[in-house]
């Protein structure tokens, strides 16, 4: 499964920024697919994750900001309310029997 993540770019604190994540060549749902960031100096850390039934969960520093969604092959997350220390690299997460990473996409939020 190849991941294409879009959406990351440079805001200031307390603004909003999407991302999307899709499988273009994918024609049937993907089990679990969801978020993971890197933020500078921290090892990879999930953000969030939605199950194709449409079950969430979410890491307790972004919940009640940001939001999951996703489609079949694809996976978005909305991102409001943004504090610099949301800063990093995020990534596109999906498993279905193997796990699958899309090309990070640098999030800065500036205060």
């Known amino acids: 499964v190849q991941l294409q993540a879009s959406g990351g770019g440079t805001v200031q604190a307390g603004e909003s920024l999407r991302l999307s994540c899709e499988a273009p060549?994918?024609?049937?749902?993907?089990?679990?697919m969801g978020w993971y960031r890197q933020l500078p100096g921290k090892q990879r850390e999930l953000v969030g994750i939605?199950?194709?039934?449409?079950i969430t969960s979410y890491a307790d520093s972004v919940r009640d900001r940001f939001t999951i969604s996703r489609g079949r092959s694809s996976v978005y997350l909305q991102m409001n309310s943004l504090k610099p220390e949301d800063s990093g690299v995020y990534y596109c997460?999906?498993?279905?029997?193997?796990?699958?990473w899309g090309q990070g996409t640098q999030v800065t939020v500036s205060s």
């Open positions: 939605i199950v194709s039934n449409g």
């Open positions: 997460y999906a498993k279905q029997g193997y796990e699958y």
């Open positions: 060549e994918r024609r049937s749902s993907i089990g679990i």
